[in-house]
C-alpha cells in the first residue's frame, strides 16, 4: 500500500535561511504524484507544488522547490529565504496512481521561523 | 470567488445525535473528498465521489454517510456521533484525475466536538 513519512515533527530556522522538509514515500506504481501543502494557524489547506513522477525536472514555485529523488523515494521541500509567514504546518502528500484525485497525506512538519 | 464553502465551521454535539456537515463547490469539479483530521494523524480519507451518483469509502470510512446527488454539492452525515468524531473535518474537490495535477481545492475546516 502507498504511504508517505514525514519524519521531522518539527523545525526551527531563521529567517531568511533556507530550510528543508523531507518528505519518503512508498509505492510500487511507476506513476504517481506528489504534493506539498502548507497548514497555517488559521487552518486553511493551501497547496504549495507538485511533482509527476515522469517529471524529467524538479518543480519549483517561487522560493518553493522540490527536491525530487525517485531512487530514494523522497520529495523533500525546500524553502528558500524562509520568512516569518511561512511558520506554519507542512504536509507531503501522494496521488494514488490510476486513482481519481485520491491524496494519501504525511503526518505533517511543523515550521517554526524565528528572527 | 467562493471556491469550496463548508457549513457549519463549527459543531458542538452529544453522543448518539446526528447532523451533516455541508460542502459545495463552484468551480465545476468532478471529484470530491471528505478529511478528517486529527493531532499526529495528518489527514485521513472519509469518502469521496467520482462525479454526480457515484461514491466510495476511503481509509476511515466508519460512522459516516455521504451522497452526491448533483456535482456541487457533497455532504457528509454523522448518524450517531461518537467522541471518537471529535476532530476537524475538510472538504475538498478537484478535476478529474484527467486534469491538470489533481490538486485539491480545500474547504476552510469544520470543528466538530462530540461530547
Known amino acids: 500500500a502507498q504511504k508517505i513519512t514525514q519524519t521531522q515533527p518539527g523545525m526551527f530556522v531563521q529567517e531568511k535561511e533556507a530550510v528543508t522538509l523531507d518528505c519518503t514515500y512508498d509505492?510500487?506504481?511507476?506513476?504517481?504524484?506528489l504534493f506539498w501543502y502548507k497548514q497555517p494557524s488559521s487552518g486553511e489547506m493551501i497547496f504549495l507544488i507538485y511533482?509527476?513522477?515522469?517529471?524529467?525536472q524538479n518543480a519549483t514555485e517561487g522560493r518553493y522547490s522540490l527536491n525530487f529523488q525517485k531512487a530514494r523515494k523522497s520529495a523533500n521541500l525546500v524553502i528558500s529565504a524562509s520568512q516569518l509567514g511561512d511558520s506554519a504546518m507542512y504536509f507531503c502528500?501522494?496521488?494514488?496512481?490510476?486513482?481519481?484525485?485520491?491524496?494519501?497525506f504525511g503526518t505533517g512538519t511543523r515550521l517554526q521561523v524565528f528572527p | 470567488n467562493a471556491g469550496v464553502t463548508q457549513t457549519p465551521k463549527f459543531q458542538v454535539l452529544k453522543t448518539g445525535q446526528s447532523m451533516t456537515l455541508q460542502c459545495a463547490q463552484d468551480?465545476?469539479?468532478?471529484?470530491m473528498s471528505w478529511y478528517r483530521q486529527d493531532p499526529g494523524m495528518g489527514l485521513r480519507l472519509i469518502h469521496y465521489?467520482?462525479?454526480?451518483?457515484?461514491?466510495d469509502q476511503g481509509e476511515v470510512p466508519n460512522g459516516y454517510n455521504v451522497s452526491r446527488s448533483t456535482t456541487e454539492d457533497f455532504p457528509l452525515r454523522l448518524l450517531s456521533a461518537a467522541p471518537s468524531q471529535t476532530s476537524v473535518y475538510f472538504c475538498?474537490?478537484?478535476?478529474?484525475?484527467?486534469?491538470?495535477?489533481?490538486?485539491?481545492?480545500f474547504g476552510e475546516g469544520s470543528r466538530l466536538t462530540v461530547l
Open positions: 511533482q509527476g513522477s515522469y517529471d524529467q
Open positions: 465521489s467520482v462525479g454526480a451518483g457515484i461514491t
Open positions: 509505492t510500487s506504481d511507476p506513476s504517481y504524484g
Open positions: 475538498a474537490s478537484s478535476y478529474s484525475s484527467t486534469g491538470r495535477t489533481g490538486e485539491l481545492f
Open positions: 468551480m465545476n469539479h468532478e471529484y
Open positions: 502528500a501522494m496521488r494514488e496512481p490510476y486513482n481519481t484525485d485520491k491524496l494519501i
